[in-house]
């Protein structure tokens, strides 16, 4: 076995466009479940409204790059108080459901060769960072950065660079409103919002609130990753909605910073999985085919996110204190 | 301890004849034709009805009788089919229930609720009305909101005093006992300055112990100003406290009048005291004794 390229291909998995992605959708996440208790399983719509709001508006509408990108951050605004006005009133089961079903109508509306000419259908959208000049705003020359395993061209940087300046101002905004009485209010309704309304907050608002600030987050996880590869419909699917929570309870749901290293940790196991499995297939130790092994660490992911849920609900940075009382 | 000593009951109350439905010299709630039904069952359908301002009226009747609806409807967290009620003269019907708490009517709840995960002082906190950092644009400049927040904790802080739970301040709430957890709630209830103080139940579930120091602090809200309107099963605790009894059966308002007269009225006797009506039921509870004790002291 190459076990140079598997550490290597590990490493490189600690930071990756895909990697910040994923922390922000589930910082946005965090947002949702960690502090307001909203069972959000649509996370997913959010990252695909985002993302094809950023390529559609340049494509079709030939917007520049930022302007894009503010319509994706409007369009996933737009999907919260869609998604939130009818049914925040509901109990917080219904909302998952709703929110599941609501996220697959965003994609197949996405895929359906009804709209092919803006959407692209199935073969998705590509181009719009030439033509909407994210690319050229790169302010990295050409060139090889980084070293070892985080070795990077001068695109990959810019996006990283980019996709962690946006990372860094959510987490800061995350922080700088859990702190606040808001964050108080947010979190009491998490706990019992009819206890909440009997000491005078409007509950609805607040919550519409949380799921507008965490469909932000979500939208700009779409949007960082489109900045890196295609807008596709395939992408969007409920699993990567399972990913991201698997994310989120790993770091620890009601924490700041447990969704982003949740993210990392994460991207970096699946790297190691999708590099060792089928090495081990092919050294004969796996009774599987190579592809087999490649698909064996979703099953592996799922295992342990059922494992994590049992054992340690609280997710790695979550307060001890709270696995105690967890209802 | 301030009830120690038999409590001063407010008197004078009302006007004319006491019986159900009777006008109030100064009522805070006033409540007509208030009905509410789940399905083919009238869970509540008072024709009128005030409570007085500045006293503690108690709520009593069977299981089923209504009064835990009566509550929702009046706190705006249920609505009823058809009726009218009025707070200090401004109708509620229709307002929303954070609004009605807004304007001075809180409430606590049968089954407690402690907010589990936060600290006992974030909940208290939680009380304060008309915080700026609750509002979502202010509440990232932290300049905006710091002094105010720090007027609420010491406030916050002053009432965990009186109610004991200072030592407790930093725990999560789900660490407490049940009577604790009544305590807090009533603790965090008083955080938003009422006027009128809806308790559901407070001694359910609350041990001897605590009962005496409840009790305590129901009669300091009227010594305060505020208005209490409480539920309770625990005969004592209404014949010791309460200057007003409302009575329900089946929905309606079948008594009311002050303790002493009210109690003994055929129709209470009929709905609800049944056997128990001749001794004190605080003898049946056990509690009578714990206040003998504090009385010899």
Redesign the interface.
């Known amino acids: 076995m190459d076990w140079g390229t598997i550490i290597n291909n590990t490493l490189a998995g600690l930071l990756t466009p895909t990697t910040i992605a994923f922390a922000l959708a589930a910082l946005g996440l965090a947002m949702h479940f960690g502090f307001a208790g909203l069972l959000n399983f649509g996370i997913a719509g959010f990252m695909a409204i985002g993302a094809y709001g950023y390529a559609i508006s340049v494509l079709t509408f030939g917007f520049p790059w930022w302007a894009g990108m503010i319509v994706g951050i409007i369009g996933s605004i737009l999907f919260a108080i869609l998604l939130g006005v009818p049914t925040l009133r509901l109990r917080g089961d219904y909302l998952a459901i709703v929110t599941i079903a609501a996220a697959e109508i965003v994609r197949l509306l996405f895929l359906t060769t009804a709209f092919t000419d803006v959407t692209g259908s199935a073969d998705g959208l590509f181009g719009y960072n030439n033509s909407g000049g994210f690319t050229s705003a790169n302010p990295f020359p050409p060139g090889s950065y980084g070293w070892g395993p985080w070795t990077y061209n001068s695109e990959t940087l810019w996006v990283l660079t980019f996709g962690l300046g946006v990372l860094a101002v959510c987490v800061w905004?995350l922080w700088?409103?859990m702190?606040?009485?808001?964050?108080?209010?947010i979190?009491?309704i998490?706990?019992?919002e009819?206890?909440?309304?009997?000491?005078?907050?409007?509950?609805f608002a607040y919550k519409l609130?949380a799921l507008i600030?965490g469909g932000i987050f979500g939208g700009m996880g779409g949007i960082i990753y489109a900045a890196f590869a295609n807008v596709s419909p395939g992408v969007y699917v409920t699993s990567i909605t399972f990913f991201i929570w698997t994310s989120l309870l790993l770091g620890g749901a009601?924490t700041i910073w447990g969704p982003v290293i949740g993210a990392v940790i994460f991207w970096t196991l699946q790297a190691f999985l999708s590099n060792i499995l089928p090495e081990l297939a092919l050294a004969g130790i796996l009774p599987v085919t190579g592809t087999q092994a490649a698909t064996l660490r979703f099953v592996l992911v799922g295992i342990g996110l059922m494992l994590l849920v049992i054992y340690r609900p609280q997710g790695i940075f979550g307060d001890k204190?709270?696995l105690?009382?967890v209802? | 301890m301030s009830n120690s000593d038999s409590p001063k009951k407010s008197t004078g109350l009302h006007i004319g004849e006491s019986g159900p439905g009777c006008k109030k010299t100064d009522p805070m709630l006033v409540i007509d034709h208030v009905k509410k039904s789940f399905g083919g069952l009238t869970a509540v359908d008072v024709e009128h009805l005030e409570i007085p301002k500045n006293a503690i009226t108690a709520l009593i009747g069977p299981n089923g009788a209504g009064k835990t609806t009566l509550f929702n409807l009046l706190t705006g967290f249920d609505t009823p089919d058809t009726g009218e009620w009025e707070f200090l003269g401004t109708s509620l019907s229709g307002v929303p229930s954070y609004k009605v708490a807004q304007m001075g009517q809180v409430r606590t709840f049968q089954l407690t609720k402690a907010l589990s995960l936060l600290t006992v002082l974030d909940n208290m906190k939680l009380g304060a009305k008309n915080q700026v950092g609750e509002s979502i644009f202010r509440a990232l400049f932290p300049r905006s909101w710091r002094k105010q927040d720090a007027e609420i904790e010491i406030k916050a802080i002053e009432l965990l005093k009186r109610f004991k739970l200072d030592t407790k301040q930093a725990d999560f709430a789900a660490s407490l006992s049940g009577g604790q957890r009544k305590l807090l709630e009533m603790a965090r209830a008083l955080m938003t300055d009422p006027v009128l103080v809806m308790l559901d139940e407070p001694m359910a579930g609350v041990n001897p112990a605590l009962t005496q120091s409840l009790l305590g602090h129901v009669l300091d809200l009227k010594k305060e100003g505020m208005t209490v309107l409480f539920v309770e099963h625990d005969m004592h605790m209404v014949r010791h406290i309460a200057d007003w009894v409302v009575v329900m059966a089946e929905g309606k308002v079948v008594a009311e009048g002050p303790p002493e007269t009210v109690m003994n009225e055929q129709a209470v006797i009929d709905a609800y005291l049944g056997a128990h009506q001749d001794t004190d039921l605080g003898v049946v509870t056990g509690r009578i004794s714990i206040i003998d004790q504090e009385k010899d002291k």
């Open positions: 905004f700088a409103l702190r606040s009485p808001w964050g108080r209010v979190k009491g998490r706990e019992d009819e206890a909440i309304r009997a000491l005078g907050k409007n509950v609130q600030i009601a204190r709270e105690t009382f209802k």
